[in-house]
């Protein structure tokens, strides 16, 4: 079982940077893969982007590529999603989640995870 709490979220313009934090409970976090994942008004939850639980390997959407870094500090039980050159279009709930301990995939679909945070508002202005 972990539990995770996301933090970071505002409002901010376009073009300027905001940096998400989720920190974990619970031990082992290294066994977790990691995901992030967003949900705008009246749309589905997508996936943003996704990380070994070693950090070695990550992947991204393609609506974030070359913008958003996803990284994780194991010894601080957190990942971190950093948001460069936003856009409006990135003004949605950001979630973290993690996948099984045991599950070392990278995931891209929701339903692979196991685990969810209670969510940022991230939102930004034209």
């Known amino acids: 079982q972990v539990q995770l709490v996301e933090s970071g979220g505002g409002l901010v313009q376009a073009g300027d940077s905001l940096r998400l934090s989720c920190a974990a409970s619970?031990?082992?976090?290294?066994?977790?893969?990691m995901g992030w994942f967003r949900q705008a008004p009246r749309k589905e939850r997508e996936f943003v982007a996704t990380?070994?639980?070693?950090?070695?390997?990550?992947s991204y959407a393609e609506s974030v590529k070359g913008r958003f870094t996803i990284s994780r500090d194991n010894a601080k039980n957190t990942v971190y999603l950093q948001m460069n050159s936003l856009k409006p279009e990135d003004t949605a709930v950001y979630y973290c989640?993690?996948?099984?301990?045991?599950?070392?995939?990278?995931?891209?679909?929701?339903?692979?995870?196991?685990?969810w945070g209670q969510g940022t508002q991230v939102t930004v202005s034209s």
């Open positions: 990380i070994s639980g070693s950090g070695v390997r990550t």
């Open positions: 989640a993690a996948r099984n301990p045991g599950d070392y995939g990278l995931g891209f679909d929701s339903s692979v995870y196991a685990y």
């Open positions: 619970g031990r082992t976090f290294s066994w977790y893969a």
